[in-house]
Each structure stands twice: as structure tokens, then as C-alpha cells.
């Protein structure tokens, strides 16, 4: 059993808490706080409680109450550029969610960790990605729990939400989703990544439907989607937004089972229809193995 992620990245905080004063939003990088200690190791000792308290204010989480937030969310990973997105996320300290498909946990479960570990909200995108209203209720169960118990065993955390592949539902998957005491989490702005795999039209789609407390869609397969990931947190910091994990939003925080979010999404079909009309990844890859 492995304590939870938040437990792990809570010794780097107070280590920078400690030594780097004046480099608050570094405080979770491990590699920043190393640095801070080797640079300010003869003062540290100097620091006063004030130095502590104000340094705790900085560094405590986003609350998009006060600030301007939106939420990244990644479907159908982990993909096969998910490691290099977990670096960006990382460099521009942002958090992000990824709604996970069992079967690629499965192939890359180095990098589901890797995302519990730095953070990230993790949601359940099934396992084999079929139309939901399509297959049995028994089908829909057992795509979902396979998945929440294969993350949960892969990573040491569960997913917190529930997405739909192609933000389809009935219910049914209502019904599953309170049996199982999660939110279904759908999407308020999309990417098209999937459709244009152009980093321009990407980063443009996406500042188009940018707003406070946005969710957007976006897809860690689409090469080009990473690849402009650098640019578009530029551009969205400029803006003022604070890119953060889904469960961070306003009006995120106490969701209900079966609650169904960002609210009046459901009913929005142009956004619902926005997303591949198959399983991109394994039509034109499968599984490699990574
Ligand atoms: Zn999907």
C-alpha cells in the first residue's frame, strides 16, 4: 500500500518551504527545491517564522474562488506522448486530468503513475472505449470497474470521476456511476486535436473556448496537441488562468455521485460530438507495448 500522492509531493513542499522563501511557485519541484538548498544553505538558518508564513501563503493550492482558473483534460491515455506532456505540466507547473482508458493503463503504467505521483487528477474513460449506449448494463459495469481497479492498482489511487468515451450517456450509466460514487465529468470547450492534428489550429480552438473554469478536451495521442503544450500554457498564464486539475474548479468541489459536470454539458450535443468518431489510438497504432 502506498501512501497517496499528495503525502509524497508534501516532502518536497516543506523542504522548500524551508529553504527557498522567495521561490514559491517552485515549491513542488523536487529539482527546485534541491537547487534552493545547495544555493541558500548557509542562510536557511536566518529565515524567520514571518519568511515561513508568507511562503506558505504562496505555495498554498490554487483557489479558483479568488483566481481565474481552467481545467486540461486529456482522454484515451495514457497515450504514447504522455510522458513529454508530464514534463511540460511539470516545467509550467500546472496540473492537469486525464481520463484514462484501461487498456492503455495497462500497456503504460509507468506512465498512469507518474501522473497519480505529480498530482494530476485521474478520471475513468473505460477500458476498451465502446459506445456505452450500445452494450449492456453488465458490459458497462464491468468496462468501468475493470478500469478503477486496474488504475487503482497500477498507480495506488482510484479515479475520482467518471467520462463517458465520447461523452455518451443514459440511465444506465448514471445508475453505474452512483453505484460506484462518482461524478461523470464531461467537457464545456474541445480542442478538435483529434480531427485537425495542427498545433496552431489547436492552440487557436483552444484560447477560442477558453473561459473561467472551463473544462477542455484534449487528447496526450495527438503528437501535436504535446507538442504545442509549451505555447498554449504561455498564452494561458498570460491571460491570467491558473491551469489546474478538474476537482480544483469552482463548483467541482463537492460533486455528488452521478452528478453530472461541467453543468447543462450533457445537454450540449455539438460538444458531446466533439471527439473521434473511434478509438483513434488503437485504429491506427495498437498497443506497443510502451
Ligand atoms: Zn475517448
Redesign the pocket.
Known amino acids: 500500500m502506498k501512501p497517496p500522492a499528495r503525502m509524497l509531493l508534501a516532502v518536497p513542499c516543506a523542504l522548500a518551504l524551508i529553504a527557498a522563501p522567495t521561490t514559491a511557485w517552485s515549491a513542488d519541484q523536487p529539482k527546485a527545491a534541491g537547487a534552493a538548498t545547495t544555493t541558500t544553505a548557509t542562510t536557511t538558518a536566518k529565515a524567520t517564522a514571518s519568511d515561513k508564513a508568507k511562503s506558505a501563503a504562496k505555495v498554498a493550492p490554487v483557489d479558483c474562488a479568488k483566481v481565474k482558473c481552467i481545467a486540461l483534460t486529456f482522454?484515451?491515455g495514457p497515450g504514447k506522448y504522455a510522458d513529454k506532456l508530464l514534463d511540460t505540466l511539470k516545467k509550467y507547473k500546472s496540473k492537469a486530468t486525464f481520463?484514462l482508458?484501461g487498456q492503455y493503463v495497462k500497456s503504460r503504467p509507468a506512465f498512469a503513475k507518474r501522473m497519480a505521483v505529480e498530482g494530476h487528477d485521474l478520471g475513468n474513460?473505460s477500458y476498451t472505449?465502446p459506445h456505452l449506449r450500445e452494450v449492456s448494463e453488465d458490459k458497462i459495469r464491468e468496462e468501468l470497474t475493470k478500469t478503477q481497479e486496474l488504475v487503482k492498482q497500477v498507480t495506488g489511487k482510484s479515479p475520482t470521476m467518471i467520462r463517458p468515451?465520447?461523452g455518451e450517456m443514459d440511465d444506465r450509466v448514471k445508475t453505474v456511476a452512483a453505484e460506484m460514487g462518482m461524478p461523470l465529468v464531461l467537457w464545456n470547450g474541445g480542442s478538435r486535436d483529434w480531427a485537425t492534428r495542427n498545433e496552431k489550429a489547436i492552440y487557436d480552438e483552444v484560447l477560442k473556448n477558453a473561459k473561467r473554469d472551463g473544462v477542455i478536451l484534449m487528447h496526450d495521442w495527438v503528437e501535436q496537441t504535446v507538442k504545442v503544450m509549451p505555447k498554449l500554457l504561455t498564452a494561458l498564464q498570460k491571460q491570467g488562468y491558473h491551469v489546474v486539475a478538474v476537482s480544483s474548479l469552482r463548483g467541482a468541489k463537492d460533486l455528488q455521485a452521478a452528478d453530472i459536470y461541467p453543468v447543462g454539458s450533457e445537454k450540449d450535443e455539438g460538444l458531446t460530438a466533439d471527439?473521434?468518431a473511434e478509438?483513434a489510438e488503437s485504429a491506427e497504432s495498437p498497443v506497443d507495448g510502451l
Do not use: G, L
Open positions: 482522454d484515451d481520463f482508458e474513460h472505449h468515451p465520447y471527439t473521434p478509438d
